[in-house]
């Protein structure tokens, strides 16, 4: 999600729902975002929290925060993996 468009719909902390931003950097179980608003830097926690992704050409995709908790370069390995498996058609 690193360079895409982020709006946090719903969060556990009040406080940060409709923020909306540029994400600069995923870990693990945090979003590190660059607030629109205010210009500032604030981390946001995946768990529990529901974002609108702003995929270039798609719109906004909506994604729960434990769908995406993990270090984001095991995720991209695993996705080549199942598509290399039979059944599934590589690009």
């Keep these: ?3 895409l468009r982020l709006e946090i719909h719903w969060h556990p902390d009040p406080g940060l729902r409709g923020r ?7 870990r693990d179980r945090s979003i590190i975002l660059l607030d629109e608003a205010t ?4 981390t946001v926690l995946k768990r529990g929290a529901i974002f609108l992704v ?4 798609r719109g906004y995709i909506r994604v729960r925060g434990e769908e995406v908790l993990g270090d ?5 390995k695993l996705a080549r993996r199942v598509r290399g498996r039979a059944g599934y058609e590589r690009s």
């Design 72 to 76: 984001p370069v095991d995720r991209v």
């Design 1 to 3: 999600m690193t360079g």
């Design 39 to 42: 210009g500032r830097t604030i």
């Design 20 to 26: 909306k931003g540029l994400v600069l950097l995923e």
């Design 54 to 57: 702003e995929a270039p050409g």
